[in-house]
């Protein structure tokens, strides 16, 4: 990726105890974070009478679309963020206090994000939210979405096409999308097919404030650093997919899916200007030089393979759930960057080359035993990842390395429903992961690691005539990505690097859950304590005071505290969805600070941080829609990070349907109309500080065309398997 110096707060995820949060120095792209359906529902408790109907299942919430208000929301992913339990910040949907899910579609893991907006609101019945994944879930998974489609019976071919086209509004991009669906049907056998174009072309613009202190001959130096950037991400590829289901009898079927990603090399381009100062302490006499440099990236993705195939049936009371997965990618990024230092030009180019291989296999048994339903199974994903950074013109170190991670895992749980008790599950994971890093240019660096860990899961739940009422605990674990790992040191400016740390500990997570439901009214609270907390910390690298930027475990645990109102009525022709949420960390640090006598200060970070979610359909007369959501977020704290400004967005939805079963639907859409969603950021080292706006790229308008002709749908089965490597990959 392009590595200019951005720095972006993952503001998506500030109301995630859940999500990897951290700032990160990214160039290119803004990056910074059923169960088999539940086995025994409460007695399939339903909120009777209002749209969505959603019903609470112990650690999940399901929402039923086919007819709601939702079921025409436009994509997949405009849907969700109006699903009670879910929210959307930035481009990002969340799970509320749970941050980023993993997806399932009819039973299959999804791979690719994008496909949430390849699939219509229109196609789902219904959703269900887990906020406590059981133990068959991998122990990094915070929260699962498990999307079902509408079955369809009949025979015959079948297509649906949708037409898109995306404005940016701030910086003028123009970004064209087109979809075409493909099935055939014949008895027991459904074949589908998939084509997808897309463009998409993104700015991050920031101006951050960069102050450096540390000691030089026994007085104390401060370097200052001004800077502007913009780094736009240019992308355009096509999607396909291509697979069948077969049901060989009435409790038997298989399947098999097969995707390809393609990405075109298109260049992204990347600016920079800096003013840098520096002077000692007291000392009225300052140095000042001015750097800019530009830089252009080029990715070539030569093969992007995914794959999966299962088997469902059941033989007895024994059902049997069997899924393989295999991912293989490669890509290659080449950078060139032209600076300029006080009129002097240099000229630097880097080589980043990356190839992925995944292969994962997961079996889950469940047998009726008592009163409950016994699930067992196990699950195994390995990776092997080779990484190849190489930097001319400037001396620094080059990387070759080459991961591989084994996890292999074995769970049990049991859920069962007592009378005047209610539904208690219990469940235990055991993952044994094996961690090999090789370092091909210093055996030095080389490690191995290797754990074995119990993950404990228990819920209950009960309902006490219109009131619902949950209660879990879990412990969970947060691995860092492998780019977190890379030992790469990447050049951000003169003043700037930035590096991974292969020693990184996985954090433990304890997690505390409750829920309350009364109709359309829910109360969810959660509580959370993370040791080894992965986050990102700075250092001085050298005696010219060059910042070198890590990822620490921190040594203090953090913990943090969160409660979230929802209320989802239909009044008539109108169904908002509104959502509370305060957040609030108990964190306090001890910083190395040269400016201090005593050579550190302690810093606390307690300040709550509030949200709230507006959103508004109505649903009018002959198929049209109007929607209107408003989202605002209020200054706070976050582990070490602080939001200094309130973030604000508006935005406008226009949907009209025509045809029979409204075949065909145009559906136009404004986003962050006023532009204030604009973020200020404030890190804090000790011995460097960082204060940061970050400008939005939200402002868009979006219109789509769809057209469905038989529509039939997808009877894909497959769950898929290891999901969090191949999520650990792209990071």
């Not at 050579?599 to 002959?622: A, I, M």
Request: hydrophobic fraction near 35%; charge should be neutral.
């Amino acid at each position: 990726m392009n590595r200019t110096l951005i720095v972006t707060l993952a503001l998506s995820s500030m109301l995630s105890t859940k999500a990897n949060t951290m700032i990160m120095c990214e160039l290119n792209g803004s990056t910074l974070m059923n169960m088999e359906d539940t086995m025994l529902v409460l007695n399939d408790i339903v909120v009777k009478g209002q749209q969505p109907k959603t019903k609470l299942t112990g650690n999940s919430m399901i929402t039923r679309i086919k007819g709601s208000a939702l079921e025409k929301s436009g994509t997949a992913k405009e849907m969700l963020a109006k699903v009670p339990g879910m929210t959307q910040k930035g481009d990002e949907l969340e799970v509320l206090g749970k941050g980023t899910p993993i997806y399932y579609i009819n039973g299959r893991k999804m791979q690719d994000k994008d496909e949430l907006k390849r699939l219509r609101s229109e196609e789902i019945r219904d959703v269900e939210v887990i906020t406590n994944p059981g133990a068959q879930y991998d122990a990094t998974v915070s929260a699962v979405v498990r999307i079902r489609t509408i079955r369809r019976e009949g025979t015959g071919f079948g297509y649906d096409v949708n037409l898109s086209h995306q404005q940016n509004l701030r910086y003028g991009f123009a970004d064209p999308g087109a979809t075409l669906n493909l099935r055939y049907r014949h008895k027991d056998v459904d074949f589908f097919g998939m084509v997808n174009y897309w463009k998409w072309d993104g700015a991050n613009e920031a101006e951050p404030s960069q102050k450096s202190f540390f000691t030089d001959n026994g007085q104390l130096r401060i370097i200052e650093q001004e800077s502007k950037f913009r780094n736009d991400w240019c992308g355009e590829g096509m999607d396909y997919n291509l697979g069948f289901n077969w049901q060989i009898a009435k409790n038997h079927s298989v399947g098999a899916r097969l995707e390809r990603h393609d990405r075109s090399a298109v260049p992204s381009p990347a600016t920079q200007e800096s003013v840098i100062t520096q002077y000692l302490a007291g000392s009225s006499q300052k140095t000042t030089e001015v750097n800019n440099s530009y830089q252009e990236e080029r990715d070539h993705v030569p093969y992007n393979w995914e794959g999966n195939a299962y088997y469902n049936g059941k033989v007895g009371k024994l059902e049997i759930d069997l899924n393989l997965d295999f991912m293989t990618n490669k890509s290659t990024e080449e950078q060139s960057i032209e600076e300029k230092r006080d009129n002097v030009m240099a000229s630097y180019s880097t080589s980043n080359r990356t190839s992925n291989r995944m292969y994962a296999g997961k079996l889950v048994l469940s047998y009726p035993i008592w009163k409950g339903q016994l699930q067992a199974g196990t699950e195994m994903t390995f990776v092997n990842r080779k990484n190849k950074y190489m930097m001319t013109g400037l001396a620094l170190p080059n990387s070759d390395s080459d991961v591989k991670e084994d996890n292999i895992a074995a769970f049990a749980q049991y859920a069962c429903q007592i009378p005047d008790v209610g539904n208690i599950s219990a469940g235990l994971r055991y993952e044994h992961v094996g961690f090999d890093y090789k370092d091909m240019l210093n055996a030095e660096n080389s490690m191995s690691r290797y754990t074995d860990d119990f993950f404990p899961t228990l819920s209950w739940a009960n309902q006490w005539g219109s009131w619902q009422t949950s209660l879990s605990y879990s412990v969970k674990t947060s691995r860092p990505s492998y780019w977190q790992l890379s030992e790469t040191m990447q050049y951000l400016n003169p003043y700037s690097l930035q590096q991974g740390d292969p020693k990184l500990k996985n954090a433990t997570i304890h997690e505390l859950d409750a829920n309350v439901r009364w109709k359309w009214l829910n109360l969810y609270m959660s509580y959370e304590q993370r040791d080894n907390t992965i986050t990102q910390w700075s250092y001085i690298y050298n005696k010219e005071g060059v910042i070198l930027i890590k990822h620490i475990n921190l040594a203090d645990p953090v913990r943090n505290f969160a409660t979230f109102l929802s209320a989802s009525p239909t009044w008539g022709c109108y169904s908002p969805n509104w959502t509370l949420g305060v957040q609030k960390f108990f964190n306090k640090f001890t910083l190395a600070d040269p400016r201090e006598s005593s050579g550190e200060r302690v810093v606390s970070y307690k300040k709550p941080l509030c949200f709230f979610d507006f959103n508004n359909t109505f649903r009018f007369k002959h198929s049209w829609q109007v929607e209107c959501f408003a989202n605002v977020m209020t200054p706070g704290d976050f582990m070490n990070f602080r939001l200094l400004n309130t973030s604000f967005n508006l935005s406008f939805v226009v949907q009209k349907c025509w045809l029979k079963n409204d075949a065909l639907c145009l559906r136009a859409s404004i986003t962050d109309i006023f532009q204030r969603t604009n973020q200020n950021i404030e890190m804090d080292c000790g011995y460097y500080t960082l204060t940061q706006r970050n400008y939005s790229n939200n402002h868009r308008l979006y219109v789509s065309l769809r057209y469905t002709f038989n529509a039939a749908s997808n009877k894909y089965k497959g769950t898929g398997a290891g999901k969090e490597a191949a999520g650990r990959m792209n990071k």
